[in-house]
Structures are given as structure tokens and as C-alpha cells.
């Protein structure tokens, strides 16, 4: 296989995801060498190259065609999705599977001291975010108006700091939440990380090549399972 002819798959670089995505690839037969300061590690035994980035540029660059594969959590992937739906630029791609890492809901909060009915007590407040697209769509489907808070860290101390009314964010523990005098009232999306193709069409190896890897995959989740 020539150098463009190799897959690429993209892989957050540091991150919560990071371990077990190269754990998954590890297990799958794929031999890498990683150099923390490379962007790029070449697998040793396959045509493979490993493109390690932050994890909100995964989806556009599979969905842009420019990596062929690429391991990401659920809810980047939906939020990327609907952004650039609304924008009207390339959002498809194709999920292969959900994996068995990266658990985790997006959810509302709001300080212990707000009574909390359901969502619409969040009329016309202020709400602290880091996906700005997936609270729109769930607050727009039950109708209720609300100003937008983007933060793209530190959103549990939004309310604290009197920057924002409530919050959604990521919760997996709940320990985030009760150390910042906040109360989970609703989850408006669940995550898993996944894996996903672009939908360009692939030369027959590296489609093979692509089948063979999530094959092994399936093995390998299924093994845990
Ligand atoms: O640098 P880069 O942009 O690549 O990374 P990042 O900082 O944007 O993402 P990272 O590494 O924090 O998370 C990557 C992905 O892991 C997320 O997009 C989710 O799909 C998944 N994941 C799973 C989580 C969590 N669990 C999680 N608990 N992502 C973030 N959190 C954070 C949350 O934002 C909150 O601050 O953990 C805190 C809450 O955790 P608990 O356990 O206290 O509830
Ligand atoms: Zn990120």
C-alpha cells in the first residue's frame, strides 16, 4: 500500500478517551510506537496512521473526509453534527459501533437552593454550556426560551460565579455537581464513545482493511461483554 493509500484514524491525544482508544486498537493487533510531541505514529505491522488531536476535531475531520476512521464520544460527534447541519456543511458520517468506554450523560443542573419543576423553570434564564446545539434542540422541542452561557470549561462554577442561572454539562460520578452546590434534574443525552467512518468511498483494501479492524473490534467488545 502506497502512503495515501494507508488509513487514518484519529484518536484524542490526551483525554479521558485516549487510554482506551489506544487500548482498543492495542487489542486489536495494531502495533504503534506513539512520540508524545508527533501528531502522527505510523503502526509498525499494518498500513495504519494514528492521528492524535483534541476530540472536538475528530468528527469534522472524519466528516471532511480528511481521516478515514476516528474514536470519539457520542456527544461531540451530535454536537458537531447539528452545528454544521445548521451551518449547511458536510455533517455525515457513518457510526460503526458504539464502544465500551466514555459512559457519560449531558445533563441540567441547577444550584441546591432552585426549586426545580421540570425544564420550564428554566424560562427565560440563563444556562452555562460547552454544547450550545444539543441544549437548543432539547429545550426547542419542549418549546422553552432560555439565553445561552457558552463556556468551553468551568461550566459547574458558572452559577457560583453569576454568570449562569443552571448549567448543562457532562456527568458521569455526580461528584462534580455536589462539590459545586449543584443538583442534577434532567439528562438530555446520553454518551458512549464510538467509533465512526467518513463516507467518502474507499479503495477495496482499505475497505477490507477497515472490515478487518472493526471485526476485531466486535471481538474484543464482545469478549468484555
Ligand atoms: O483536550 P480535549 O479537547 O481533547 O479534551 P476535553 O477536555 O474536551 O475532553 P475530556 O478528555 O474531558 O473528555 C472526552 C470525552 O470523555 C467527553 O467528550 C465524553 O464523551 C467523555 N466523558 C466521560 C467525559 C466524562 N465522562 C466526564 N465526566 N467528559 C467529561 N467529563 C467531565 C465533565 O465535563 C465534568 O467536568 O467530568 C466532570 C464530571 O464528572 P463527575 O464524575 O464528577 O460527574
Ligand atoms: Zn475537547
Redesign the pocket.
Known sequence: MSESTRLRIAIQKS?RLSKESLKLLKSCGVKFNINEQRLIAHADNMPIDLLRV???DIPGLVMDGVVDLGIIGEN?LEEEQIERQTLGTPAECIKLRELDFGACRLSLAVPNEFSYQDARSLEGLRIATSYPNILRRYMQSKGITYNDCMLKGSVEVAPRAGLADGICDLVSTGATLEANGLYETEVIYESMACIIQSTNTQPDDKQALINKILSRINAVVRAKE
Do not use: L, Q
Request: hydrophobic residues 20%; aromatic residues 0%; without cysteine.
Open positions: 483525554g483534541r476530540d472536538d461531540v
